[in-house]
């Protein structure tokens, strides 16, 4: 494919991120007064939730109109071009409703099997990580890379879980890695926390189910940023989503030993 065509929608990706974060910001400061609907156990979507992915429709649909549509909230769109953009609008909506400043605009660009784009905006924070295939990662302008630590023992490894799975995995989960020596965080946004990953601020991540809109971008960031995931097939992660363990180098091996076995006995 022409290199014009993924630094085209390179650029306009981090710009419509950075008009969807100002957008969910101001639905953020106004958090008490939301209109919120739970679409399933610990599963919650407002109304930010809703118009932020409509204006990330809107904008993706002027600049690149043949390209496919997948997101969290409304129907999907399909595409001519090749190119499917993946989105979020708020990924971390359980923090979003009640004033934690832990979510993200995430925004995934899939072409074929691969991840091309990925772009996790952290408006709160004024952090857009972001990255395209073989061109590195970044926050806003600066060069990112994951934790160089080899061993559990030397950070934190971020966990997630949902309804999809069952409880036992994610209580496996955690008593692998104490047992190991390391310890972990669930701050309620797998976008984040593999955002996290890739600036080296956390070990590694480890989920037995995600969604192609709150992965796949936050993978691609973490490759390249210098870690390791599990490979997936993008194209058949839109469909089904699936597990997720990506880490830096040193402790890759031990924590797919580690999520195995808590998965495999859930």
Not at 163 to 173: C, E, V, Y
Request: net charge negative; hydrophobic share 40%.
């Amino acid at each position: 494919m022409p290199k014009s065509d993924i630094e085209d929608r390179y650029k306009r990706a981090r710009e419509i991120a950075k008009k969807a974060g100002d957008e969910a910001l101001r639905y953020f400061r106004s958090f008490e007064t939301l209109e919120i609907d739970r679409k399933g156990h610990q599963d919650l979507v407002s109304e930010g939730d809703r118009n932020v992915e409509l204006l990330v429709r809107a904008e993706i649909l002027a600049a690149f109109p043949d390209d496919g549509i997948l997101g969290e909230e409304h129907a999907p769109k399909e595409g001519s071009s090749g190119f499917t953009w993946v989105i979020d609008p708020i990924d971390g909506t359980a923090n979003f409703v009640r004033g934690i400043p832990v979510w993200a605009v995430v925004i995934a660009i899939v072409c074929g099997s691969e991840i091309e784009i990925g772009v996790t905006h952290d408006p709160v924070h004024d952090e857009m990580y972001h990255a395209r295939r073989d061109g590195g990662a970044f926050i806003n302008d600066k060069a990112i890379s994951v934790s160089q630590n080899a061993s559990l023992t030397n950070g934190t490894v971020g966990i997630g879980f949902s309804g999809r799975t069952k409880d036992r995995g994610i209580r496996n989960l955690i008593d692998g890695l104490l047992e190991e020596g390391s310890v972990f965080n669930r701050n309620a946004s797998g976008a984040v926390s593999l955002a996290y990953v890739a600036s080296g601020k956390f070990l590694g991540y480890s989920e037995e189910h995600m969604n192609a809109w709150d992965c796949l971008a936050g993978q691609l960031l973490i490759a390249e940023a210098g870690g390791q995931i599990e490979k997936q097939n993008a194209s058949e992660m839109l469909v089904d989503g699936g597990r997720v363990i990506a880490s830096a180098p040193g402790i890759f091996d031990d924590l797919l030993r580690i999520s195995n076995k808590a998965f495999h006995e859930a």
